[in-house]
């Protein structure tokens, strides 16, 4: 499979878990709409916008987006990944899988020994990643919101 492949298959996962999130959001939201018998709608439901942050997801879709392209086109060219459900697959974890790749020692020499304005990237890239864990962490319910 091309490596262009690889790379729209893994945007299509990281795409995946950004609309779960949303979806995780919309049943929220559905479910503080009901009256506590769970029958009928409350006089004043709570707004759509209170559990849906649309700046927020339209922020990180592109991220996660990218990330997963990333990862499925390292992964792919890499021998590790060959069909298309693997792609999308890698697509879906990337961020957590691009952490864990930062912490392997080898990896990390050669991320800090890169010069200048590729170390800057490479640094922003783990800062990403490592924001994009934490959310996961926070979204399975590991962590507590402020």
Not at 71 to 88: F, I, K, N, R
Not at 105 to 129: D, F, I, T, Y
């Amino acid at each position: 499979m091309p490596w262009w492949q690889f790379a729209l298959l893994g945007a299509l996962g990281g795409a995946i878990v950004e609309a779960l999130a949303v979806f995780r959001c919309a049943a929220a939201w559905q479910g503080a709409r009901r009256s506590p018998d769970n029958n009928t709608v409350k006089r004043c439901p709570p707004r759509l916008r209170r559990y849906v942050d649309v700046p927020a997801h339209a922020i990180v879709l592109p991220t996660r987006m990218l990330l997963g392209a990333a990862a499925a086109v390292l992964c792919g060219l890499a021998g590790q990944v060959t069909g298309s459900y693997g792609a999308v697959a890698v697509g879906c974890v990337a961020p957590v899988l691009l952490a864990q790749l930062g912490t392997i020692p080898q990896v990390a020499k050669a991320v800090n020994s890169v010069p200048g304005a590729h170390r800057e990237a490479a640094a922003k890239l783990a800062a990403a990643s490592a924001a994009t864990s934490a959310e996961a962490a926070v979204a399975a319910g590991e962590g507590s919101l402020p």
